[in-house]
């Protein structure tokens, strides 16, 4: 059964951290990358991270390069996105699926939101 449950978000100032976590089932996550999405008030779902299957390659879209970092535990199927420095943009649900540059799953989980506000 493919499974998606993210957790860790939360209500923040602007320049604070969060860290996320995504647990995926297993069959899902001992072979494929891993990414993580942001859908903001208003706005489409977006791919901010990707991670490769063994963790070596990582992708970032512009407006999170240098301030978020995607990593993944395979041994515990979690993947996490480390958020630094937020600004209020950021703010809106996260989302994992399987895949580096498409979600690999039409399925979801429920998503884990973040607020940024001062």
């Known amino acids: 059964q493919v499974q998606f449950v993210e957790s860790g978000g939360g209500s923040v100032q602007p320049g604070e951290s969060l860290k996320l976590s995504c647990a995926a089932s297993e069959f899902i996550f001992a072979i494929n990358a891993m990414s993580w999405y942001r859908q903001g008030p208003g706005k489409e779902r977006e791919l901010i991270a990707a991670i490769s299957s063994a963790g070596v390659d990582r992708t970032y879209d512009d407006s999170v390069k240098g301030r978020f970092t995607i990593s993944r535990d395979n041994a515990k199927d979690t993947v996490y996105l480390q958020m630094n420095s937020l600004k209020p943009e950021d703010t809106g649900l996260y989302y994992c699926?399987?895949?580096?540059?498409?979600?690999?799953?039409?399925?979801w989980g429920q998503g884990t939101q973040v607020t940024v506000s001062s």
């Open positions: 699926n399987a895949g580096y540059v498409r979600p690999a799953y039409v399925k």
